[in-house]
């Protein structure tokens, strides 16, 4: 049984840093893209960074880019996603995934929800004005 856990959510200043990590148990975590989304109330799940199996290229949304960085340990079966100089834009859920087909790459499409599967419960990211 796959189960994927978040942690490292919480309640920052804006300009603050949070890093948010991702365990994964009950597939090859290695064999996986993986990918961090998030979902603001009102609004829907939206990609927010992706990474290929041995992190070798990774790939994030243009609000994010110089100030997110998505990293993974494969032999800790963890994904991380560091965030620093937070805006209260970026407040939302935070969830992690593995692609749903076991690819090692992302596709050109993996900002798509659809092509993610094995969903955690997602971890809470609030940033204050």
């Known amino acids: 049984q796959v189960q994927v856990v978040e942690s490292g959510g919480g309640l920052v200043q804006a300009g603050g840093s949070l890093r948010l990590s991702c365990t994964a148990s009950g597939l090859t975590f290695a064999e996986y893209a993986m990918g961090w989304f998030r979902q603001a109330p009102g609004k829907e799940r939206e990609g927010v960074s992706c990474?290929?199996?041995?992190?070798?290229?990774?790939h994030y949304i243009d609000s994010v880019k110089g100030r997110f960085t998505i990293s993974r340990d494969n032999s800790k079966n963890t994904l991380y996603l560091q965030m620093n100089n937070l805006k209260p834009e970026d407040t939302a859920m935070y969830y992690c995934?593995?692609?749903?087909?076991?690819?090692?790459?992302?596709?050109?499409?993996?900002?798509?929800?659809?092509?993610?599967?094995?969903w955690g419960q997602g971890t809470q990211v609030t940033v204050s004005s």
């Open positions: 995934a593995a692609d749903r087909r076991s690819r090692l790459y992302c596709l050109e499409s993996w900002t798509s929800a659809a092509d993610f599967g094995y």
């Open positions: 990474i290929q199996w041995n992190g070798g290229s990774t």
